[in-house]
C-alpha cells in the first residue's frame, strides 16, 4: 500500500478482555515496528521485526503483550487481560531495511482505551 | 546504549518569529538523527534526517537541522514560523546494532498570533 495502514483505529475494550491491533506495513519493507505513545509519555519501543523473526522483544511491557508478523507482511499485536494502564496510542512503523539510516514510516496509530 | 534529551517540552513562538527546538543525543557509535512532527491525531511524519555528509540537513516545510559532533547537538530550526507549525516535534537517534528508534519525549510547539 501507500503507507503504513493500521486497524482498528480506535477501540475501545472492558478490562481483562483481549485486544489485536494490526498493522500493515509498506509494500516491500522488511522492517517492521511496534511502538505505544501513552498520555504525557514519549514514544516507547515496543517490538521490531526483520521478516517474519524478531530478533528485538526487549520492550514488550509484560507477558501479556505478544506480537507476531506472517508471510512478511501484516503484523498482529495482541494484548490479553487489558488493563487500564495499556490504555495508549499503538503506532506501527516500517522501514525498507533494518539498517539504521533508513527513514522509519508510521502509520496512523491505533487508539485503545481499556474501560 | 542511545538516548534523546529535548530541551522544554512546551515552546511558544509568534508566528513570523524564528523557531528553535533543541535536541541533544547519547550514543556510543556514529548517530542516525532524525527529526519527526506529530500533528493532533495523526501519526509520526519525518521532517528530515542525518545520516551522513553535510551537517546542515534541510527537511520539508522550511524545516533544518545542524549535526554537531562536539556538542552531541541536533537542533531543529526555522526561520519564520507559520501557524500551520504548531505541532508536537519529536527528536530520535539510532545507530549501531539498535535498529529502533529512540525517541526524545517530545516538544509541544504552540505558534501565537
Known amino acids: 500500500g501507500a503507507g503504513v495502514s493500521q486497524s482498528p483505529s480506535n477501540k475501545v475494550t472492558e478490562k481483562g478482555k483481549d485486544v489485536e491491533l494490526r498493522c500493515d506495513p509498506i509494500?516491500?519493507?522488511?522492517?517492521l515496528y511496534w511502538y505505544r505513545q501513552s498520555l504525557g509519555q514519549g514514544l516507547e519501543f515496543l517490538i521490531y521485526?526483520?521478516?517474519?523473526?524478531?530478533?528485538?522483544k526487549s520492550g514488550l511491557p509484560s507477558d501479556r503483550f505478544s506480537a507476531e508478523r506472517t508471510g512478511g507482511s501484516v503484523s498482529t499485536l495482541t494484548i490479553q487481560r487489558t488493563q487500564q494502564e495499556d490504555s495508549a496510542v499503538y503506532l506501527c512503523?516500517?522501514?525498507?531495511?533494518?539498517?539504521?539510516?533508513?527513514?522509519?514510516?508510521f502509520g496512523e496509530g491505533s487508539w485503545l482505551t481499556v474501560v | 546504549a542511545q538516548s534523546v534529551t529535548q530541551l522544554g517540552s512546551h515552546v511558544s513562538v509568534s508566528e513570523g518569529a524564528l523557531v528553535l527546538l533543541r535536541c541533544n543525543y547519547s550514543s556510543s557509535v556514529p548517530p542516525y538523527l532524525f527529526w519527526y512532527v506529530q500533528y493532533p491525531n495523526q501519526g509520526l511524519q519525518l521532517l528530515l534526517k542525518y545520516t551522513t555528509g553535510a551537517t546542515l540537513v534541510k527537511g520539508i516545510n522550511g524545516f533544518e537541522a545542524e549535526f554537531k559532533k562536539s556538542e552531541t547537538s541536533f537542533h531543529l530550526t526555522k526561520p519564520s514560523a507559520h501557524m500551520s507549525d504548531a505541532a508536537e516535534y519529536f527528536c530520535?537517534?539510532?545507530?549501531?546494532?539498535?535498529?529502533?528508534?529512540?525517541f526524545g519525549s517530545g516538544t509541544q510547539l504552540t505558534v501565537l498570533p
Open positions: 521485526f526483520q521478516g517474519n523473526s524478531a530478533p528485538d
Open positions: 530520535a537517534v539510532s545507530g549501531g546494532s539498535a535498529r529502533q528508534l529512540t
Open positions: 509494500s516491500g519493507h522488511t522492517a
Open positions: 512503523a516500517s522501514s525498507l531495511t533494518r539498517t539504521g539510516g533508513n527513514t522509519i514510516y
